[in-house]
């Protein structure tokens, strides 16, 4: 197998996480494409450590994996907390900090 | 330094890589079809099953790289604990059950452009850089290994997650709490 098939593949998905980080302006869409960003850039570890023949790719992604959990508890605290306050979670009403 | 890796893999398994190129292919083309359908469909949950087809992958794609445990590790966190999650939250959250209007808009322009630019740019750099690196995957990373990685050399980092991870739980639960 090419190492790049690996690299443009998750090139492609970051690409299509990012789009829907920028278009979508439902909360929970934006943190479901920052999944997908973070499943791009392990598919990047993945396919580095295998090239490498190195166990430190599969860590690092076992790290990210972990971390995302953490992430995702939090943001869907906080999307709960911003529809409870204001009955939406449209993301561009959520400008209190706005001078 | 991998040349002599590279000649024996397109002398002795050129075409023994046939399968594990149209799997890679055949899952590559569903993933992307999803992710697609994920950030663009109306309806929450219906992003929320595209997700799951992206997540299950991504597991695939893992065990073509021989790496079985983040594959395992994927299935169970991602497809298991935070879909779950997500659903709960869209079931929270949204009246109706899914209908998102939110689709669309001024911005869908400039985010099209803005991802389309960032593909172009880092294809370029990629195509430019590894076009002809293979990966030569003998054996399937042991378990062994990677736990002997992460309690050695690791240990800090893991410790770190771990408290990370009780922090964020502790830290939801007194930001979703009611008064």
Known sequence: MILNQFLLLAAILFCIGVYGVLARRNGIMVLMSVEIILNSVNINLVAFGAFRDHVAGEVFALFVIAVAAAEVGIGLAIVLLIYRNRRSIDLTEADLLKG | ?179
Request: aromatic share 8%.
């Open chain 2, 1 to 179: 330094m991998t040349s002599v890796g590279l000649l024996g893999a397109a002398a002795s398994g050129g075409d023994l890589f046939v399968a594990q190129n149209v799997f890679f292919g055949v899952i590559a083309v569903v993933m992307i079809v999803s992710a697609i359908r994920c950030v663009t469909t109306r309806n929450v949950v219906h992003a929320a099953l595209w997700l799951v087809l992206v997540l299950a992958g991504a597991a695939a794609q893992f065990i073509l790289l021989g790496s079985e445990f983040v594959a395992v590790t994927q299935v169970l966190v991602y497809i298991g604990a935070i879909i779950v999650l997500f659903l709960f939250g869209i079931m929270l959250t949204t009246a109706s059950m899914g209908d998102d209007d939110s689709v669309g808009g001024e911005k869908r322009l400039m985010a099209g452009l803005v991802a389309v630019l960032l593909g172009v740019v880092m294809g370029i750099a990629l195509i430019d850089s590894y076009s002809d690196t293979r990966v030569v995957i003998d054996e399937p990373q042991r378990f062994g290994a990677v736990s002997d990685a992460i309690f050695s050399q690791y240990i800090v980092a893991f410790e770190a997650v771990s408290v990370l991870l009780l922090a964020a739980l502790i830290g939801a639960i007194v930001v979703a709490r009611k008064e």
